[in-house]
């Protein structure tokens, strides 16, 4: 039924439905333009080892569970990035095995709150989303090897590794493996200001002096 649903969305917008401008099923958001945000992104240096894995997956096997699409769409455009669904988009087009224009642009289109779906509000968090499913990091070990030895109470978040842990794991962080490139909590919260005020523009709702910070909500599915 989805499927079917994408192909007849891509049908109905033709040309345009790989992009913004001209799309009528999608809501024009202000997205930033970052080269490096971008290239980190693609190549898996984030700083967020699930985000990364999940990357390093794709580029190795052409392939990422429809979960980890999820989390890696929402972590480069509303959810932490802030860049367009555009990029992403090219990316998976470029990269998946299975890729398939109609449905590849429909699930960047809804992950980026950009149409279809609007409860920006609900942010796939980089950390927490993905811990309950696989609490050792198995998954991030197996595509991420140079953080394999670290104890399970930072495989998601290896910056929170004393140096004396980081050691024994063979490991600095910030050397051999990135920071993180933003904070997620403060960084998500800002995002989702944002798509509130881009919504209030699509509506002619004039702009707020000032942006009431919206509760964020974590998935948990």
């Known amino acids: 039924l989805w499927r079917d649903f994408n192909y007849l969305m891509a ?18 958001i202000p997205w930033d333009n970052n080269p490096e945000l971008l290239d980190a992104w693609k190549e898996g ?3 967020y080892p699930w985000i990364d ?3 390093i997956q794709l580029k190795k096997e052409g392939w990422i569970h429809h979960l980890g699409r999820h989390a890696v769409a929402c972590f480069l455009t509303r959810g932490d990035l802030w860049q367009s669904w555009e990029e992403g988009a090219l990316h998976f087009e470029s990269h998946l095995l299975d890729a398939d224009y109609a449905l590849n642009n429909f699930n960047w289109l809804w992950l980026s709150c950009s149409g279809f779906f609007y409860q920006y509000f609900r942010c796939y968090s980089p950390v927490a989303f993905q811990k309950k499913n696989d609490p050792s990091g198995l998954y991030i070990r197996k595509y991420l090897p ?10 998601y978040e290896p910056w929170k590794a004393p140096i004396s842990v ?9 050397e051999d493996y990135p920071k993180p490139m933003v904070d997620h909590t403060p960084i998500s919260k800002a995002n989702m200001n944002r798509m509130a005020a881009a919504y ?22």
């Open 11 to 28: 049908h109905s917008a033709g040309k345009n439905w790989c992009r913004i401008d001209g799309n009528k099923y999608c809501r024009s």
């Open 45 to 47: 240096r984030t700083g």
């Open 53 to 55: 894995a999940c990357m």
């Open 146 to 155: 140079i953080l394999a030895k670290l104890p399970d109470k930072y495989i």
């Open 166 to 174: 980081q050691k024994e794991a063979g490991i600095r962080i910030g």
């Open 200 to 221: 209030d523009a699509a509506k002619g709702v004039p702009p707020k002096k000032k942006q009431k910070t919206l509760k964020q909500t974590k998935l948990k599915f």
